[in-house]
């Protein structure tokens, strides 16, 4: 088949971002011709990466697959004019300028986040009539509602209505819906009550596999030896925002702030991290230390230096239906999981059996559970991640997940004949 890519983010961006091109590449690799529509590198400071100048339009080569880039306003701010104009622009030059990019399909997959790549899609797929797989990464306007980002009264009303419209339009103009927690399948039939429950299906997300590999290869590759002579390292890395709920975090810190065999390492950045920062500086927190933003390619060796990885989220109703993509990099890296969560995430992280979760904001539970996974020792640390790598292969892994997208999007084409879009 010849398979478009939709995608507001792509590589060279990190984490959530570069899911896109795992995806791209799983597809090329079985055959398919491959084609991406995605925007100017910006993610995640908003910062337009060294070697970009924003154009209308740019082509470019990576791993062999053929990626269009059309022009943005570079955007990652708290601000939330800032972020409108990001996800505005990217919508419309994707709709006027991608057509060359994704014409001749036989079918699209869609990153579906942010809601307004909703305008693009519908527009290069001739309201579905392409076949399309919806790949849905948030619950919107729900996203927009938690950050903050949505207005008040009388406009924020009528914005979450267009933007709940938006939603149910493509959903229904779809032929699959991949949801990346089982629960959210729920939500969008409540919210969707005349789609086929048939059409929407589990697609978890994988990882970037070529860079997350098992962290005992990591150790040999490296001579890195955790524990040697230091404190059990308990770590988080991701975005420091409020949703990820990490003020229980430095209260669990507090609460062992004696136990000097026990440090927090937190990695990464995001506009909650300066007030975290400057809170443990103001409460004196010996145990917690903050490395700031890395490069991705760099995380997998602090992680080999670390024992813990921790999963966070705040305690908010809409963030139960939520699996942080961490969550499979984690597993398949195989280390010990400690998971502030609760919901999807917390069921993956149980079946698993690589860690164990606690309530969002229970602040006992949390600093309980770092002292009992921090003190089980390396042989139980190494237990629980070789169970979570095996559970990775088979159940979240990019060929699994692909088996899923490229079986839904076959069967469309079988079906219906090719899109071609002119």
């Known amino acids: 088949m010849k398979i478009g890519i939709l995608s507001q983010w792509y590589d060279p961006e990190p984490g959530p971002a570069a899911l896109p091109a795992v995806y791209a590449r799983e597809f090329a690799a079985r055959g398919h011709e491959v084609r991406v529509l995605t925007g100017f590198p910006n993610y995640p400071d908003g910062v337009l990466y060294d070697g970009y100048r924003i154009r209308r339009r740019a082509t470019e080569q990576r791993d062999g697959i053929l990626v269009d880039r059309v022009a943005l306003y ?66 919107w306007p729900d996203s927009l509602v938690s950050s903050g980002m949505m207005p008040g009264g009388a406009v924020g009303t009528v914005a979450t209505s267009a933007i709940r419209r938006a939603v149910a339009l493509t959903e229904r103009k779809a032929t699959a819906i991949g949801v990346i927690s089982r629960s959210v399948r729920d939500v969008i039939l409540e919210r969707n009550p005349t789609l086929d429950s048939d059409r929407i299906v589990y697609a978890p997300n994988p990882t970037n596999e070529a860079l997350f590999r098992p962290l005992n290869e990591t150790r040999s590759r490296l001579g890195i030896q955790p524990h040697a002579d230091g404190p059990v390292d308990v770590m988080y890395a991701g975005a420091i925002g409020e949703v990820q709920g990490l003020d229980a975090l430095l209260d669990a810190a507090a609460r062992i702030r004696d136990r000097r065999d026990i440090r927090i390492t937190i990695v990464g950045d995001g506009i909650s991290r300066s007030r975290l920062q400057q809170r443990a500086v103001d409460e004196g927190l010996p145990n917690v230390r903050f490395l700031g933003r890395v490069a991705q390619s760099d995380i997998p060796e602090l992680m080999a230096a670390a024992q813990i990885q921790l999963v966070s989220l705040a305690d908010a109703p809409f963030l139960a239906h939520t699996t942080p993509s961490k969550i499979s990099t984690l597993l398949a890296s195989g280390a010990p999981i400690i998971g502030q969560i609760t919901g999807d995430g917390a069921k993956l992280i149980e079946d698993s059996g690589a860690g164990i979760t606690v309530r969002p904001g229970d602040v006992a539970a949390l600093s309980d559970a770092i002292v009992q996974v921090a003190g089980s020792g390396q042989s139980h640390w190494d237990a629980l991640g070789e169970r979570g790598r095996a559970f990775y292969d088979r159940n979240l892994s990019a060929a699994s997940t692909a088996d899923v997208i490229l079986d839904s999007l076959a069967r469309a084409v079988r079906t219906n004949g090719a899109g071609g879009t002119q």
Do not use: K, M
Not at 100 to 106: I, M, T, V, Y
């Open 74 to 139: 570079p955007n990652h701010s708290s601000s939330a004019l800032g972020r409108i104009a990001n996800y505005a622009s990217f919508a419309g030059s994707a709709t006027v300028s991608g057509r060359r990019a994704l014409r001749g399909l036989d079918a699209l997959w869609v990153y579906n986040s942010p809601v307004t790549v909703s305008l693009p899609l519908l527009t290069h797929t001739r309201w579905g009539r392409v076949p399309y797989f919806l790949h849905v990464q948030d619950l």
